[in-house]
Nanobody
Framework: VQLQASGGGLVQAGDSLRLSCAAS????????MGWFRQAPGKERELVAA????????YYADSVKGRFTVSRDNAKNTVYLQMDSLKPEDTAIYYC??????????????????WGQGTQVTVSS
């Protein structure tokens, strides 16, 4: 599966952005999906994930209550709604799929298929 992320940009603190990640094939609907980010000089971190069905979600503590992950399997797309953005949210955001499991649970360290990143910059 190939993944294409979009929706990044330059915003001010407190603004919102919605990232999208389109997958190239219908098998997308069988995989848990995640959104990662990497800021300069920092390690990549998982910020949100959604199960194949969309029922289960995971959020990093730093984004809980501000970010919402969702998916539309009919459109082969996963979304990350980011509200109340902070300067510390500035990073390159990547979507990823866990193709090691078919209709399995979210496992934070087994995402193995990556899209290109999209830059999110939040000014203060």
């Amino acid at each position: 599966v190939q993944l294409q992320a979009s929706g990044g940009g330059l915003v001010q603190a407190g603004d919102s952005l919605r990232l999208s990640c389109a997958a190239s094939e219908r098998a997308f609907s069988n995989y848990a999906m995640g959104w990662f980010r990497q800021a300069p000089g920092k390690e990549r971190e998982l910020v949100a994930a959604v199960s194949w069905s969309g029922v289960s979600t995971y959020y990093a503590d730093s984004v809980k209550g501000r970010f919402t992950v969702s998916r539309d399997n009919a459109k082969n797309t996963v979304y990350l709604q980011m509200d109340s953005l902070k300067p510390e949210d500035t990073a390159i955001y990547y979507c990823a799929a866990d193709t090691s499991r078919i209709r399995g649970p979210i496992v934070v360290n087994t995402f193995n298929t990556w899209g290109q990143g999209t830059q999110v910059t939040v000014s203060s």
